[in-house]
């Protein structure tokens, strides 16, 4: 059981490049989640997924799109970069009321 | 406007003793409440989940409360270890299905020997 995966780890671009964040989760769970995390900001989040076919805009969705491939990805794409979407991203995923389950993060620089 | 306070300066703790942090909230009436941890340069791990009409909850040393009429929560550890010393997130959910979270910005905890 792997639990949630993010590729990439760490990421570099240059502003107005794009670039696809992928997540995937092993656990069967119908809810996935980007969030970003900035210093002093805590959790945002992005994009939300309740169940396969769906997508729902969360609290910052300014300058991602998503697409829910099925029910075990869930990737988050930046059309063109910008230095303001410089953070650490998160997946996650869930079920029901046992809690969310994160992934490692992908540390994102924008020059 | 909706918000979620914790309080932003570290909390250190001697080793043995019982740590405890708030979670304040406004705007929000949440049906749920939820406790992660987040250990530097990782992804937050979940903790606990308590409803609205739950007072209390305990898992092993952590036991959290959640006061509706004071819009708080309290997280406890008793007998704090070294190993307890991370950052703390508080999340809660206002849509009644405790999936759509909005986080507080955490607590450092720092247990000292």
């Known amino acids: 059981n792997a639990g949630v995966t993010q590729t990439p780890k760490f990421q570099v671009l240059k502003t107005g490049q794009s670039m696809t964040l992928q997540c995937a989760q092993d656990m069967n769970h119908n809810s996935m989640y980007w969030y970003r995390q900035d210093p002093g900001m805590g959790l945002r989040l992005i994009y939300y997924s309740a169940s396969e076919g769906t997508t729902d805009k969360g609290e910052v969705p300014n300058g991602y799109n998503v697409s829910r491939l099925n029910k075990r990805e869930f990737s988050l794409r930046l059309e063109s970069a910008a230095p303001s979407q410089t953070s650490v991203y998160f997946c996650?995923?869930?079920?029901?009321?046992?809690?969310?389950?994160f992934g490692p993060g992908t540390r994102l620089t924008v020059l | 406007s909706q918000k979620i306070e914790q309080n932003s300066e570290a909390l250190n703790i001697q080793e043995g003793k019982t740590a405890t942090l708030t979670c304040n909230y406004t705007n929000y009436s949440p049906a749920y409440l939820q406790w992660y941890r987040q250990d530097p340069g990782r992804g937050p791990v979940f903790l606990l989940l308590i409803r609205e009409n739950e007072k209390e909850k305990r898992k092993e040393r952590l036991k959290v409360t959640f006061d509706t009429t004071l819009k708080q929560s309290l997280f406890h550890i008793t007998a704090s270890q070294p190993a307890d010393s991370a950052t703390y997130l508080c999340a809660l959910d206002n849509t009644g299905t405790a999936s759509k979270l909005t986080f507080g910005t955490g607590t450092r905890l720092q247990v000292t020997l």
């Open positions: 996650a995923s869930s079920e029901g009321l046992a809690g969310g389950h």
